[in-house]
């Protein structure tokens, strides 16, 4: 749902006040503020506005007096509009038994909704967008044009040329950037398994690392690692261009297809904003198992409170295409790896972003996993 659709219904439900003409608007916070902004509340007859936060009352809220709740004559209120999302059903209670209003009161959401409407996505706004609830895999996918579009190959090549010829600094999903910055969580996490190998070497596993995005970004960060192996596991076109054009001393690409334990231990296996977009997330969850890296690094990794399948999609300035995308539930992703692994880190992803639903939000994650065994290896 758009913010456009949702505003379009809270304005439909808002029409049920044409003929009252003593409101009260109860919650003096953002949510209103929105309203009155986007929605014709105000040309209704709002007489007052209520909150129940005393650090609030007697304030000055769009030219109206804030008030608590036994300063208003409910008797005589025709109509509540409650604006605080999520306690509308505690709201109405409160109105009805113990403040005694028997006048209209006018609930803006669905009990199932949760995320208040400006926070859904605004489709004159172009961005990245995640969006619907689908029953499966296969549904979402019949919506999406997908990661292995020729045309997202092109662009992703062209874009590794420019950082390759330093026209650009990094690039993510094709898109460039011409300012270092480095992703820190996932190097301090490299760092502190050399320091552990006495820089002796760190061999990496990649899964779904394009065409070298994280490692092209933070090359020149690592730079001191002793015998840096990294490998990128990959879907055929990528890893055929990969090994193809882009192979170096430390650099190496193989298909995501393959086992892992074909190419000897890995100290890390990292998935960067991957392993939500792989179909068959259960399969390589039980590689990383049996490949038993001494840590587990997740990146960029969609949360929330429930498991979700949607579409996300990409605007046309950063490369036009569209991809089925799974939300884990947090305490899903925690219990992928069993007892062989404990969690030592948990934060905010290098790339920080949201996902906002008509029923929910999601954000984005940053995980390590060390395996519990004292030798790997």
């Known amino acids: 749902m758009f913010l456009q659709e949702k505003l379009g219904d809270i304005c439909e439900r808002l029409k049920a006040l044409e003929q009252v003409s003593d409101i009260v608007v109860w919650g003096a916070g953002l949510h209103t503020c929105k309203l009155f902004e986007k929605t014709n509340l105000l040309s209704y007859g709002v007489k007052h506005v209520v909150d129940m936060d005393s650090r609030k009352q007697g304030n000055s809220y769009f030219g109206f007096p804030i008030k608590a709740p036994e300063e208003v004559d409910w008797e005589n209120v025709e109509a509540v509009v409650i604006s605080v999302p999520g306690k509308e059903a505690q709201i109405e209670k409160i109105l009805t038994e113990q403040l005694g209003n028997r006048g209209l009161h006018v609930k803006l ?16 706004v172009s961005g990245v967008r995640y969006l619907g609830d689908y029953d499966s895999w296969d549904s979402a996918k019949k919506e999406c044009r997908g990661y292995g579009d020729a045309a997202i190959i092109d662009k992703v090549s062209g874009s590794i040329g420019r950082v390759l010829d330093g026209s650009a600094a990094w690039e993510r999903d094709g898109y460039l950037f011409y300012k270092q910055k480095y992703a820190y969580q996932i ?27 994280t490692y092209y970004q933070n090359r020149n960060y690592l730079k001191d690692i002793k015998k840096l192996e990294y490998v990128i596991a990959e879907q055929d076109s990528f890893a055929d261009y990969g090994r193809g054009k882009l192979e170096n001393d430390e650099l190496r690409f193989i298909r995501s297809t393959e086992d892992y334990t074909e190419y000897g231990s890995f ?16 399969e390589i969850i039980r590689k990383v198992r049996k490949a038993e890296p001494r840590y587990i690094i997740l990146d960029r990794l969609l949360v929330s409170d429930r498991n979700r399948i949607c579409r996300e999609t990409v605007p046309k300035e950063i490369c036009e295409s569209s991809y089925p995308v799974r ?29 906002c639903f008509p029923d929910g939000r999601a954000e984005s994650r940053f995980y390590v996993f060390e395996h519990t065994a004292e030798n790997i290896g």
Do not use: H
Request: charged share 30%; glycine share 6%.
């Open 327 to 355: 939300i884990y539930r947090e305490e899903d992703v925690k219990d992928f790896w069993g007892t062989d692994y404990q969690l030592v880190e948990e934060d905010i992803s290098s790339v920080p972003e949201e996902a």
């Open 109 to 124: 959401y669905e009990e199932w909704e949760s995320s208040p409407f400006y926070r859904l996505y605004d489709e004159t």
């Open 187 to 213: 190097c301090a996490a490299i760092l502190r398994c050399a320091v552990q190998n006495e820089n002796q070497g760190v061999r990496i596993l990649d899964i779904g690392g394009a065409l070298g995005s």
């Open 267 to 282: 100290d890390i296996v990292l998935m960067s904003g991957s392993l939500q977009y792989i179909p068959c997330d259960k």
